[in-house]
Each structure stands twice: as structure tokens, then as C-alpha cells.
């Protein structure tokens, strides 16, 4: 049996179902963005692990849901890893009016969807990013309830 080229890593413990269906989901994010996929660690960490991350890594002093880092090289396909506060993630459900797991999968998604160009500085860009998170959000229930 091949590994997954998904893994998960859980430094603070966060109820994740499915977790080998969502490892075979993700890929099909790439290959639908025409991105040639090689491999992804999603780590899920605490407010002050992703802070540490944000100051040593991009000179950034605040808290954040998720930073991904981009580590690929030459041409096998993206590769990276990403980091998701679970501190943030529970805020932002709560925030946004919405379940634990939905918030937990959109953020999972935008990360990939990072990796594979989009981005979010702007706000023609987050519109977009929004759209696509919805969009992979509502492929990911329909695959999940079938």
C-alpha cells in the first residue's frame, strides 16, 4: 500500500473525521487547478506555536489561522507544509457563525489553494480565494455525503 501524499500532524488535538477521505480529497484540488501535486504536511498546533512561526518566519506579531510554506523544488510538483492554529480555527467558527469541522475545512483548503497561486492581500484577491474555498468546501460535502 502507497503512503498517502497527505499526512497529518497533531501538536494540540483536534477532532478531524474522515481524515483518509479528506488525505484522498486534497490532491484533487491540484489536479483540478492544473497544478502538479508532490506532496503536503498539514501540521494543527496552538495560537502560540503558529506565533512563534509568524515572528521567526515572516517578521509577523500576531496570531493567525494558518501559514503554509511552500518547499518546492525544481519540477516534481508543490510541495509544503501547513501550519493551523486549532485556537484560531475554534475563534473563527465561532466568529463566523458556523460549525467547528466546516471552518476546519475551509482553512485546510485554502491552504492548498495557496500552493496552488491564489492568494489573498487584496481584495479582488480574497473574493477569489473565497469563491474557490466554497467552491472545494461544497465538492468535499458532496463527496463526503454520497
Known amino acids: ?54 515572528r ?9 489561522d494558518i501559514i503554509t510554506f511552500d518547499l518546492s523544488e525544481g519540477e516534481g510538483g508543490v510541495a509544503g507544509e501547513i501550519y ?5 480555527v475554534k475563534d473563527n467558527a465561532r466568529q463566523f457563525n458556523t460549525t467547528m469541522g466546516e471552518e476546519l475545512h475551509r482553512v485546510i483548503f485554502h491552504g492548498a489553494l495557496h500552493l496552488c497561486g491564489y492568494k489573498d492581500k487584496t481584495t479582488r484577491e480574497e473574493k477569489l480565494m473565497r469563491e474557490k474555498e466554497a467552491e472545494y468546501l461544497v465538492r468535499w460535502k458532496k463527496k463526503v455525503n454520497r
Open 1 to 54: 500500500m502507497n503512503a498517502s501524499p497527505v499526512t497529518f500532524h497533531f501538536l494540540k488535538a483536534i477532532s478531524l473525521s474522515n481524515r483518509q477521505g479528506l488525505k484522498a480529497f486534497i490532491p484533487t484540488i491540484f489536479k483540478r487547478e492544473k497544478i502538479s501535486f508532490k506532496s503536503l504536511t498539514y501540521i494543527f498546533c496552538s495560537d502560540d506555536y503558529l506565533l512563534d512561526i509568524n
Open 56 to 64: 521567526q518566519y515572516l517578521q509577523h506579531d500576531y496570531y493567525t
Open 84 to 88: 493551523i492554529s486549532v485556537d484560531r
